[in-house]
Structure formats: C-alpha cells, structure tokens
C-alpha cells in the first residue's frame, strides 16, 4: 500500500499548490477506512514542505520517483518518504528518509534507545537512523526484485525542527553504528542533506525503481536468512528437549508438505512447557529453507524482549530480526496466502474486534486467512480479558470456515519452575482453576515458594537473589490503581500496602516494553502485561484484595470493585464466575514465572491462612479433598499460622 505515488515534479507541484495533504488524506481513506487525527495531517504538511524544499535545492530530475507513506511489506509500519533514481554511474538507487518533528531528545537508561516526547508523554522510542536503517535492511532483504535486480537501498532521517545542541545527546557514540548506516540531519544541515540525495539520485529515472519496489515478490534473501539465523547458533536457550523435539520435527514437516488446502496446526501447553523454545526454533528452521515465515507474538512485551535476547548486542543483526517479529494488529487486511507460514505464540491473546487499535474482527481468521499455513502455540488456561479469543475451540472454528485440515499437539513436560510440575498444578488446584488432585506438592529441593507475612519481606528475598546475580522481579496482580498523570516513568509509588507502610510503583509506562530487562525495573512492580510469557530466576507476588477466600463456602473469589484493569473487568460486573476466572488466571500466571522459586505475600488475611495450611499440608502430605464435592472441604483453623 503506497498513499501518495508520483513523478518528482508532480510531488513538487503538489506541494507548491497545498494539494499534498489533501491527495494523500484521499487515499489513506481508501485504503484504511478511517480518517487520520490533526496531528499526522500536521506533520505531513510542514515534513512534506522541507523535503520539498530539500529535493528542490538539490536540483534533482523531475523524473525521480516519490513514495509517500509506503507500508513496508509485511508489517503495519509505513516509510514516511522514499525517493528514487540513478546516479551518476547509472546504477539504480533508492533514498528511504524517515521524518521527525521532534525539537527535543535525550539518551535513554535503556541502552541505544532515545527518550522524546511522543504521543502525549516522555516515551523511550528508537533512534531515527537506527529506524530508518532497519527499515532499509529489511526491505532490501526481503523484496526479490531489489536484491536481485541490484537496487541499491540507502537511508537517513531528518530531524527538520531539531537544532543541535552541544553536546548532540543523538550523537553519543552508542548510536555510532546507526548514524553511520542511515546519516541524521538537524535543522541546519539542509546542505548536507542536499549533497547526499543528489549523490544517489542525480540522474533521475526513477519511475521503473518505484514499480519494482512496490511489486517485487517477497522472499527472503540468503543474507537475512543468514543473519537472522544465526542468531540461534550456539544459544543454550534454544536447544531443544524431549517432547519439544518431537512437536518440532513434526511441525518442520508439516510445514514443508505441498498442499492446495490450507493447514492450521494447534500447539497446547501449560506454563513452562517449552512453547517458545519450540516456536523459535521452528520460525528459524523454516527461515533457513526460504519460506515466508513470520513470528507473531500477541503481547508487546514478551515480543520486545524476545528480540533484545536474540539479539544480544550483536550489530547490524536486530535490523534483520524485528520486522520479521510481529504483533497481530496488522494481519486483518492483507491478501490470502501471503505467507508461507505464520508462527503464533500466545495465542490466547490474540484479540477480537474489541481490542484497542485493532480494526478488523477476528485476529484467529485474519491469520489463517494470511497464511497457507498457521501455527498457534496455546495456553487455554491464560485468557486474562474478554477481548482475549484465542482458544483451541475458537480456532478449531475458524480453520473448518476457511476449509483447513487441522492438527492437534500437546507439550506436557515441565521445564519452567525447576520442573516441578507439581509445583505448577499445585498453585492451578489451590487457586481452583482446575482440579489437579494434586495433594502431595513437590520435592522442596526442585522448587523453592513461600509464603511471607510482609510485602517488605517479599522485597528483600527479591533483592537478595539480585545481588547474588540472578534474575528475580516483583509482580503484583491489578488490586492497585495507575497514576496518569506526571506518571509516564514510574515516578509514583501507585503498588500501596499502608498496613505494612509499604509502597513501589507499577513498572515504567514509557519504557513498559522492555521493563523485564531493563535495570531500572528491579525497583518497580511489573503486572501481567509486563510478564507474560517471560520467565525469570526468582520472582515475588503480592496479592491484592482483588482476590479472597470465602471460609463459609471454601471458595476463591474475585473482587469486582478492588480489581483496576477497566479493560480487564468491562461488562463484568454482574458476571462474578467469569471475573473470578480472570483474575485467578493471572495470579496462576504471575506464580509460574518463576524457574527456581516463587515468593507471595496474601493481602487477604482468610487467603493467606487457607493457601498457608494447603502449603503445610503439602509438605506433610496430609491434606486431603473431597473430589466427589464441588466445594473444598475446609481446612481446620491451625494455631500456628506462622510458617517460616
């Protein structure tokens, strides 16, 4: 999808006469079905203006082909403008620029990522080169007409309304890689600019580049299938065990059988499972044998994360990897069969036409449809939210409307969690998810949880474990409200337990993405959107009053008006059982992110006492349920509450 395609000339006409926004406003109408907000229409207008001015000075050929707003193949993300045209050897050439009305900036705590205001607060975004570099490597990497036809791809970004400042904090030399594959120009280097747009682009002739750049099939080249591969070998965290290898080898296969029908493949497994190891290995397998392959990940978060650990400080490599990782937004428009495979892991939050942002109806039909063939890595059990449809029944649906022939694997052995799989159905049982049977616990050697009586004693464990060297965080079910206001970077301490005069704040708003790896985030409380999916050495989870044990009925309960996710309680305040689901369902998550050992405080005085004597009991092995019922039995009251 291109909004605005046209000779130079025309584009500097269109400008001059104050058609350009209008065109443009024209097509993205067309094509999106909405109209944008006054800010893009803003920034096209004054962006658009310099760049004029920009091509104009530089005595540029009006035959120079000019995309605007072109939707990079495969993804939701659209180049702001490209240029194209021969230079003075005759070679083809195209100039992607990525366009910024930012004034201000500074270096992020994270590194290699930038901190500006966007969207309304102080948010850490990427740098402009490396945005527009990354774009650039993955278009020319993943369009077969540029490779092969020899197109020659450069990039830059230009910061129209930004005056250097001394020292430049976008110029520290942490970004020294960027900058020197995709040059950044401020507000006084319109001359500069203008040398290095004519170096590429003197000779004009660029109509021809233009068709194959929007027309050239997809397929990966033998570069990006090298590097991103790469990336794998010799990871211990990828290798690969037991029932992991067999799901492997047999997705691998199926993926790689000719058929004119359409094959969905469902992956069912717990947490700790090993379904992302399983989904990674197979996105690179089917990578290395030149498939269109594309690895969807639901939840921002785990998506982000997930490429920093792949990518690992190793230069040039993200740019290959993180247009091929996506999130499932942008899949409800595009043609049928795309792609050779997509790779869905969490598929329990793919959304339905609820969901914020996303303008389709069903994110499960819209990728089967994309794909020839679609894999779904599933947990039914972690379904937080309503809009949350992905579910082995809704895509069993889905694939008999679309005719696809349908396999079923499951992954049971524990991998997470020390492996202590009784561990994980011991806390599915007590939180009454499921009725595990599970009464006898696990070997307190292969995983260590506690039950604390302070959250300050929680907080210590934590930051022990952080000293030693491990990984450990602080998570907290949402019994807490968010600040928004002067809030953007963790600055209030929202997490409040005023009987124990304890208080943290939530994890970073601007830097909530990467909050799981970031060290700042050692100091802040990290909710479920922040967690799921990830994994960590140790973790700590308090308990609001948003869940409770009822003694009359030995019953866990959810708590309608302590509970603060207002997209997580819509329409559920009248439907107890489907909000008491939710809520347990995070708490189970947030216990099993953990792979040694798991560390809780119970806000709840009759919780704590009920899952204090379930845990005394498991280690006695004497605690018994009445399977027949479908009530627990309650337990007798204790005299001594204090474990530990």
């Not at 290699?112 to 607060?121: P, S």
């Not at 450990?472 to 337990?497: C, E, F, H, K, M």
């Not at 107890?576 to 806000?603: A, D, H, P, Q």
Request: glycine share 6%; net charge negative.
């Amino acid at each position: 999808m291109i909004l605005y395609h046209a000779e130079l000339g025309e584009f500097k006409d269109d400008v001059d006469s104050n058609r350009i926004v209008s065109r443009i406003l024209d097509k993205f109408q067309y094509h999106l079905g909405y109209s944008p907000g006054m800010s893009e229409r803003q920034s096209w207008a004054s962006s658009l203006r310099f760049m004029e001015s920009a091509v104009r000075r530089a005595e540029l050929p009006n035959d120079c082909g000019v995309m605007i707003e072109f939707k990079l193949p495969t993804t939701s993300r659209r180049i702001d403008f490209l240029i194209a045209g021969k230079d003075l050897e005759g070679r083809d050439n195209y100039v992607l620029v990525e366009l910024k009305q930012w004034s201000e900036a500074r270096k992020s705590t994270t590194p290699r990522l930038v901190n500006t205001f966007i969207g309304g607060a102080q948010r850490d975004v990427s740098h402009p080169s490396h945005q527009a570099m990354s774009y650039n490597t993955f278009l020319s990497e993943i369009n077969e007409e540029i490779y092969t036809r020899n197109i020659i791809g450069n990039a830059c970004a230009y910061l129209h309304n930004y005056r250097q400042k001394n020292p430049e904090p976008l110029l520290d030399e942490q970004y020294g890689d960027f900058i020197r594959e995709a040059p950044l120009f401020f507000q006084e280097d319109t001359a500069e600019l203008q040398a290095y747009l004519k170096k590429f682009l003197s000779q004009g002739n660029g109509m021809n580049i233009c068709y194959f750049i929007e027309n050239g099939r997809l397929k990966p080249s033998k570069k990006l299938i090298e590097n991103v591969t790469s990336l794998f070998n010799g990871n211990d965290a990828f290798t690969l065990i037991d029932d992991q290898a067999v799901a492997f080898e047999k997705i691998v296969h199926q993926c790689s059988l000719r058929s004119q029908q359409k094959n969905v493949i469902i992956v069912e497994g717990g947490p700790g499972t090993g379904k992302s190891v399983v989904s990674m290995n197979v996105f690179g397998k089917l990578l290395s044998q030149g498939k269109n392959v594309k690895f969807v990940a639901p939840n921002a978060a785990f998506r982000k994360v997930l490429v920093e650990k792949l990518y690992q400080d190793r230069a040039g490599k993200k740019a290959y990897l993180e247009h091929l990782v996506s999130g499932s937004l942008s899949f409800y428009d595009v043609p049928r069969d795309l792609y050779d495979v997509l790779i869905v892991d969490e598929a329990h939050r793919l959304k339905d036409r609820t969901a914020y942002m996303y303008r389709g109806e069903n994110q499960v039909e819209d990728i089967i449809n994309a794909a020839k063939v679609s894999v779904f890595f599933i947990d039914d059990g972690q379904q937080i939210r309503r809009e949350d449809l992905g579910s082995v029944s809704s895509i069993n649906d889905a694939a008999i409307r679309y005719g696809a022939h349908v396999t079923h694997m499951t992954l049971s052995a524990q991998f997470r969690c020390s492996g202590a799989e009784g561990y994980v159905n011991w806390i599915t049982d007590v939180l009454q998810l499921e009725r595990t049977g599970n009464e006898e616990g696990w070997d307190e050697g292969d995983f260590d949880f506690r039950i604390f009586d302070t959250p300050q004693q929680v907080y210590e464990i934590i930051s022990q474990h952080q000293l030693n060297g491990s990984d450990a965080r602080i998570l907290a079910g949402y019994a807490w409200p968010w600040t928004t206001q002067g809030n953007s970077d963790a600055q209030v301490r929202d997490v409040r337990i005023d009987e124990y005069d304890f208080a943290m704040p939530w994890n970073s708003r601007a830097n909530s993405s990467l909050w799981a790896i970031n060290p700042e985030g050692k100091e802040q409380i990290g909710c479920i959107h922040t967690s799921q999916g990830l994994e960590f050495d140790y973790v700590g989870v308090l308990f609001g009053n948003d869940i409770t044990f009822d003694p009359t009925t030995g019953e866990v309960k959810g708590v309608y008006e302590e509970y603060y996710d207002r997209t997580g309680k819509s329409g559920l305040r009248n439907n107890s059982e489907e909000l008491t689901l939710y809520i347990k369902s995070i708490y189970k998550i947030l216990c099993s992110r953990g792979m040694k050992g798991c560390y809780i405080f119970v806000r709840d005085k009759n919780l704590k006492q009920y899952m204090s004597q379930r845990l005394s009991a498991a280690k006695n092995r004497q605690y018994e349920i009445d399977l027949s019922q479908d009530s627990y039995l309650r337990v007798p009251e204790s005299n001594d509450n204090n474990l530990f």
